[in-house]
């Protein structure tokens, strides 16, 4: 089992920044792969951005270059670094790892941290 811990969220004024982190404990394979996916009300969670435990990076276009996604392995922390922040980021983050062994992957979330951006 694996268990993943978020912190950062809060309401920040459009334009702000906003740090968030998720300590993953457990087991945790050698190949992994951490993220960030956000929902908001009524809709689906969508993939924000993830990196892997060899450091390939993945965003959804709508963040690319406000947001940053890095990972402390000795830590088994990844990070989220918001800058830019518009209301339409407004949603609940959920931080996700991915333990991987060939073609499958183990999938573990964490509880959710809200981040609320006020125009």
């Known amino acids: 089992q694996v268990q993943l811990v978020e912190s950062g969220g809060g309401v920040v004024q459009a334009g702000g920044s906003l740090r968030l982190s998720c300590a993953a404990s457990g087991d945790i394979f050698d190949s992994n792969e951490m993220g960030w996916y956000r929902q908001a009300p009524g809709e689906q969670r969508d993939l924000v951005a993830a990196i892997t435990s060899g450091g390939s990076t993945d965003y959804t276009d709508s963040v690319k270059g406000r947001f940053t996604i890095s990972r402390d392995n000795a830590r088994n922390t990844v990070y989220l670094q918001m800058n830019g922040l518009k209301p339409e980021d407004t949603a609940v983050y959920y931080c996700?790892?991915?333990?991987?062994?060939?073609?499958?992957?183990?999938?573990?979330w964490g509880q959710g941290t809200q981040v609320t951006v006020s125009s």
């Open positions: 996700n790892l991915k333990n991987i062994r060939g073609r499958v992957r183990y999938q573990y």
